[in-house]
């Protein structure tokens, strides 16, 4: 909250205003803030908060990243901006120091991702930084006129298209909530069903179809944390989930797999792909009983602690086909082809398979001069 100012009422040379929402509420970081249930305008330079007796403003160059969280059934849609630190030249504005490097604006009655559209668009263009003056405000003459008038065309072109936009994403809002509710509603309906002592073939399944909707109470950066902590958390949530999918592939699994199979369970909260990859930095064989790895050729996987056992199954389907190349055991295995190159690799390295090199290609056989 330290880079926000009291307003200036000068307006800037070629700003323009491109969205306004009510009932937005200010957060320095986690805390609450004063600044509550207000109006907030936003322009090619700058955020203005304003709720008729206070107005403060907050320059868009100090924004470094935009990101947003939809609505909980307890909690508001919010838009986290991540900011650059204040110069010791800036204008004092209310508050004038902050533990934090981010805010959070919440829109109590809907509007965020209008809001996160707004704010990238503007950060893209870079506005402030061109100074240059609006072409209304030069002297109106035959090829001034012609220029006005293609720019007003692409204006109402523009305004048409983020008014379309707008539309769709409330839909997407609603859509969100009511795939939470359905969550929610699962649930509950498997704990009634877990508390009847039935054995019956028909609840059983019922129960398998109603848990596999996806993760109940997803971990999130509002509930976790940022940074390590948050990793943490994402990981053994990640461990848990793919403990049955990784013993079902044979104990190794990509990460590009890994980052689908767990988006897919979480459903609408989903995570980056570097999030995925710093979740699994932090799995380990003794706590997770898994742990990530990279293969020569710079495939991450996520691989069990059970390479022994990856091994044994690799060399027996060898046997029982005399040799294998990877396009083969990929076909016996039903993993991917890369990684059954690795495989094959990781099996030659510690002297379990050797290969042959022909005319048709590598092919890889038991070892037998170990065994001699």
Request: glycine fraction near 6%.
């Amino acid at each position: 909250m330290d880079r926000w100012i009291w307003e200036n009422k000068d307006k800037r040379a070629a700003e323009e205003n491109r969205q306004t929402i009510s009932h937005v509420r200010l957060y320095d970081g986690e805390d609450k803030t004063p600044f509550d249930q207000g109006s907030l305008t936003v322009s090619t330079h700058r955020l203005l908060w304003s709720d008729g007796k206070q107005s403060i403003e907050l320059p868009l160059k100090y924004i470094v990243k935009v990101e947003s969280h939809g609505a909980k059934f307890t909690k508001s849609a919010k838009v986290i901006l991540t900011l650059a630190k204040a110069p010791h030249s800036k204008i004092p504005g209310p508050i004038n120091e902050s533990k934090y490097d981010y805010i959070k604006l919440s829109f109590v009655k809907g509007g965020h991702q209008e809001a996160e559209l707004s704010i990238k668009k503007c950060l893209d263009e870079k506005r402030w930084e061109k100074g240059v003056i609006a072409v209304q405000n030069q002297p109106s003459s035959l090829m001034g006129g012609g220029l006005v008038r293609i720019e007003r065309q692409i204006e109402s072109s523009r305004i048409s298209t983020d008014q379309s936009l707008s539309t769709a994403f409330k839909d997407i809002d609603n859509l969100m909530v009511k795939g939470k509710e359905m969550v929610s509603l699962a649930e509950r309906i498997a704990q009634k069903l877990s508390d009847v002592k039935t054995n019956g073939d028909e609840t059983v399944e019922l129960k398998s179809h109603l848990l596999s909707i996806g993760i109940s109470n997803p971990v999130t950066r509002e509930t976790h944390g940022t940074g390590t902590s948050y990793h943490k958390s994402l990981g053994n949530e990640l461990a848990r989930m793919i403990h049955g999918p990784l013993n079902e592939a044979g104990g190794v699994l990509s990460v590009s797999e890994v980052y689908c199979r767990y988006n897919r369970a979480r459903g609408i909260e989903l995570v980056s792909p570097e999030d995925v990859v710093n979740a699994c930095k932090t799995l380990t064989p003794e706590h997770h009983g898994m742990e990530l790895k990279k293969f020569s050729s710079g495939v991450l996987v996520v691989e069990g602690d059970n390479f022994k056992y990856i091994m044994d199954n690799l060399l027996q389907t060898i046997k029982s086909n005399d040799c294998c190349n990877a396009v083969k055991l990929s076909n016996l295995m039903a993993i991917p082809l890369l990684l059954a190159k690795e495989r094959l690799q990781a099996a030659e390295q510690h002297g379990i398979v050797c290969r042959d090199e022909t005319d048709d290609g590598i092919f890889f056989y038991e070892n037998l001069f170990c065994m001699a």
